[in-house]
C-alpha cells in the first residue's frame, strides 16, 4: 500500500537503484529483474507503472544526474561574467558529470541506435540550441561572442558536442578525440567564438580516459 500512497518517492527509489546498478555493472548487463531485486519486494508491474521501459528508466537517471542549477532548471542561471564565460562554465561542468557519462556510455547497443541517435540530433536542435542561444545572445550583447549567427551557432555548438563528440566518444581512439576536439577549438577560433579553452580540451580528455578505464 505504501507504494502507492507514495508514488513519487517510489519512482525515486527505482531510479535510484537503476543508477547504482547501471554504473556497477553497465546498463547492457542490467535486467529489469535486476532492478526489483534491488527494490526490496516490489514488483515487476509497479516498475511499469512508473516507467514504460528500461531505456527510459535510463533516459531519466541520465536527466537527474545532470548539471541542473539549485532550483532543478537545465538552461537557466548560468554562472560567469560574460554570456561566452557562462557557457564555458556550463560546458565544463556537463564534462565532469563522470557519472552520468558512465551510465549513458555503458548503454553501447542504445548508442548504435538509429533511433537514439535520431532522437539526440532533434533534441539538440529543438531544446537545446534554443536555451543556449539565451546565452549567446548575451554574449553578443557584451562583446564576449562575435557573430552575426546566434541561431545557427547556438544549433552548431549542440550538435558538434552532443551528436558529433557526445554520442561518439567511445567510438574514438585518444588521438582521434585529441584531433576532433582541437579541430573544433580551431573553428570556434577562427569564427571569434572561442568556448574551447585549454580547461575544456583537458575536461573532455580526461572524461574519455575515466570512461575508457570502466571499459
Same mark, same amino acid.
Given at each position: *500500500? ?7 518517492e517510489t519512482r525515486k527509489k527505482i531510479l535510484a537503484v537503476a543508477r547504482d546498478l547501471f554504473y556497477e555493472k553497465g546498463y547492457d548487463n542490467t535486467t529489469i529483474q535486476d532492478i526489483i531485486d534491488g527494490l526490496g519486494g516490489l514488483t515487476k508491474g509497479v516498475i ?7 531505456? @527510459? ?11 541542473? @542549477? ?18 564555458? =562554465? ?7 558529470? $563522470? ?11 542504445? =548508442?548504435?541506435?538509429?533511433? *537514439? ?19 549567446? @545572445? ?22 558538434? *558536442? ?18 576532433? *576536439?582541437? $579541430?573544433?577549438?580551431?573553428? $570556434? ?19 574519455? @580516459? ?6
Amino acid at each position: *500500500m505504501a507504494r502507492n500512497k507514495y508514488p513519487e518517492e517510489t519512482r525515486k527509489k527505482i531510479l535510484a537503484v537503476a543508477r547504482d546498478l547501471f554504473y556497477e555493472k553497465g546498463y547492457d548487463n542490467t535486467t529489469i529483474q535486476d532492478i526489483i531485486d534491488g527494490l526490496g519486494g516490489l514488483t515487476k508491474g509497479v516498475i511499469y507503472h512508473h516507467f514504460k521501459s528500461k531505456n @527510459d528508466i535510463l533516459e531519466q537517471v541520465i536527466e537527474t544526474l545532470g548539471v541542473p @542549477d539549485e532550483q532543478g532548471n537545465w538552461y537557466e542561471n548560468w554562472q560567469g561574467e560574460t554570456g561566452l564565460e557562462k557557457i564555458r =562554465l556550463q560546458l565544463l561542468k556537463s564534462l565532469q558529470t $563522470f557519472e552520468r557519462y558512465a551510465i549513458l556510455y555503458s548503454a553501447e547497443v542504445l =548508442l548504435k541506435s538509429p533511433r *537514439m541517435i535520431g532522437e539526440a540530433y532533434l533534441s539538440s536542435l529543438n531544446e537545446g540550441a534554443g536555451y543556449l542561444q539565451v546565452y549567446i @545572445d548575451e554574449g553578443i550583447a557584451d562583446g564576449s561572442i562575435v557573430t552575426e549567427f546566434p541561431k545557427e551557432l547556438s544549433e552548431f555548438v549542440c550538435l558538434t *558536442m552532443d551528436v558529433w563528440f557526445g554520442l561518439n566518444i567511445v567510438r574514438y581512439s585518444r588521438e582521434e578525440l585529441e584531433n576532433k *576536439m582541437r $579541430f573544433l577549438q580551431h573553428i $570556434f577560433q577562427s569564427i571569434q567564438v572561442p568556448i574551447i579553452d585549454e580547461t575544456i580540451l583537458n575536461a573532455a580528455f580526461n572524461l574519455y @580516459d575515466y570512461i575508457q578505464s570502466r571499459r
